[in-house]
């Protein structure tokens, strides 16, 4: 198996991150450690998917390019998938006994943070450059016909606030 192409992070990231668990040289994994290298390249697989479904929420293509922004999915991949690593292990904070996972699941808190993180970083995400296909007004819609196919007037009007319309070209 092999990291998918719309994944972020690679192997020898989460390897250098949780070394105890990785190979004798300490930056990769194989059919021997636990996690194997298959189940840490499906690790990054999963966990990139809820990255790039949170992305397709925000509007932006995935997977995202953009050298910077990549670099901060790529280190928000990483870390969930070493605390995965050593939640396999029976360590680190997705353990049963952190606080934190006393009322949810490993899955439940990366979809969690990946919507905090992305949400909160998606408008620097597309100042550096990242593609943004829509924008935060996609899907506001409004509907100038009823069901019968008449006018509908709109509930507020100028004239209603006392401004009327002014052409100014004429004199």
Known sequence: MTIGDNSYGTVAEVGALV???????????????????TQ?????????G???VVLAEEGFDIPVTQADAKLALDDFVVMHVAHLAA?????GPFVSG???MRYTTPTRVIM????????DRAKGFELLGATRTYKMTYGL???????????????????????????WDTD
């Open 19 to 37: 070394p105890l668990y990785a190979t004798a040289t300490g930056t990769t994994f194989d059919a021997t450690t636990r996690p194997t290298i």
């Open 40 to 48: 840490v390249e499906g690790m990054i697989d999963r966990v990139s």
């Open 50 to 52: 809820i990255v790039n």
């Open 87 to 91: 939640y396999a292990n029976g360590a």
């Open 98 to 100: 952190a606080d934190e």
């Open 112 to 119: 969690r943070d990946a919507e905090i993180f992305i949400k």
């Open 141 to 167: 819609e409004y509907r100038d016909v009823d069901d019968a196919g008449d006018d509908i007037e709109p509930v507020f009007q100028r004239k209603m606030m006392g401004n009327a319309v002014v052409d």
